[in-house]
């Protein structure tokens, strides 16, 4: 019995993080991935954003959202490099004496933040309603399905100015920045829902009618765990796209929003407050202010939209 052997566990699990990550490098989904230099300039950048919307306070020179920080004296001083440069601000300052840079990390932070969660709620939502619509059917499903139809005649931005409305004219006074932060979310997750709902729905349709879905059935498995367990990963490659592209859209959704004065306020700016903020003195010789937030902008949207692109030719089985 002393000359047993005993199989070391511990060594086999050490190799599963190792050949899971070799599986995931030999895949076909990283192997188009290495061949587009597009795809992989533009997943670089989207990081870059990432990692400047993070470590935000630790890059920018001043924290644009602390009045304490500002001064009226250092407002609508040229970028560094011209002839009216003035030393840290790299990219000038706005009329409240706001560093452009600064401003644009803690923006690019606000920006982000509302888009990805916006996602998530839409992505949520979408989910549930598509796996219930999907896989019950009947009263439910047309229930759910006309009124999505409803919403797909109207703009996304409309939805969302819509439901921003209302929250604002029932809360009043008592929306602060985060409150306002989290109405945007909402409006903007309510306005996309729609996208997840129609694609989940459809993959479940096909998906329940499958073997595994009667057996799952047969050995009595409750329909919430059918759905969440057995059906929502096979409908995760279409969810993924959309989700990519949509974020993009939640950003500009936002920025529109903040344009037109419906979104964050001027104390707590987003690009889209920057680039309106900046708009009023575009005119005035001070091109800085709405340029460089535009062109952040501009940037983040692009790169997101080329990654959302290729993931859906990447996860479409006709192009590989």
């Known amino acids: 019995m002393s000359d047993a052997v005993v199989p070391h566990r511990s060594d086999d699990q050490a190799h599963v993080p190792a050949g899971w990550f070799r599986r995931a490098l030999d895949s076909d989904i990283f192997y188009s991935f290495r061949r587009s230099r597009l795809t992989m300039v533009a997943a670089l950048i989207t990081l870059l954003f990432f990692l400047l919307a993070v470590f935000a306070s630790w890059l920018a020179v001043q924290n644009p959202f602390d009045p304490a920080q500002l001064q009226l004296m250092n407002s609508r001083i040229a970028p560094l490099w011209t002839a009216d440069g003035q030393s840290p601000f790299l990219l000038g300052t706005d009329e409240q004496g706001r560093d452009v840079l600064s401003a644009i990390l803690y923006g690019l932070r606000i920006s982000l933040a509302v888009g990805v969660a916006g996602v998530i709620f839409a992505g949520a939502l979408g989910i549930a309603l598509g796996l219930v619509a999907g896989y019950f059917g009947g009263a439910v499903d047309s229930v759910i399905m006309r009124i999505a139809d409803v919403q797909l005649t109207f703009p996304a931005i409309l939805i969302a100015l819509l439901v921003n409305g209302v929250a604002k004219s029932l809360l009043g006074n008592r929306l602060d920045e985060m409150s306002t932060l989290g109405v945007l979310i909402i409006a903007i997750g309510l306005s ?53 592209i949509n974020l993009a859209l939640a950003i500009i959704t936002e920025a529109t929003l903040s344009f037109l004065g419906a979104g ?57």
Do not use: C
């Not at 700016?269 to 460089?292: D, H, K, M, Q």
């Not at 997101?304 to 990447?314: F, K, M, P, Q, S």
């Open 192 to 244: 996309f829902w729609v996208q997840y709902a129609r694609t989940v729905r459809g993959s479940v349709m096909v998906e329940k009618n499958r073997d595994y879905v009667a057996a799952a059935q047969l050995i009595g498995l409750p329909a919430p765990t059918i759905m969440l367990r057995h059906v929502l990963p096979n409908t995760m490659g279409p969810i993924l796209v959309i989700a990519t």
């Open 264 to 320: 964050m306020p001027d104390t707590m700016p987003s690009l889209g407050t920057l680039i309106r903020i900046g708009n009023n003195y575009l005119f005035a010789g001070e091109w800085w202010i709405v340029a460089f937030p535009g062109i952040a902008l501009a940037g983040l949207i692009l790169s997101i939209n080329l990654v959302g692109d290729w993931l859906r030719d990447a996860l479409n089985p006709k192009l590989r």
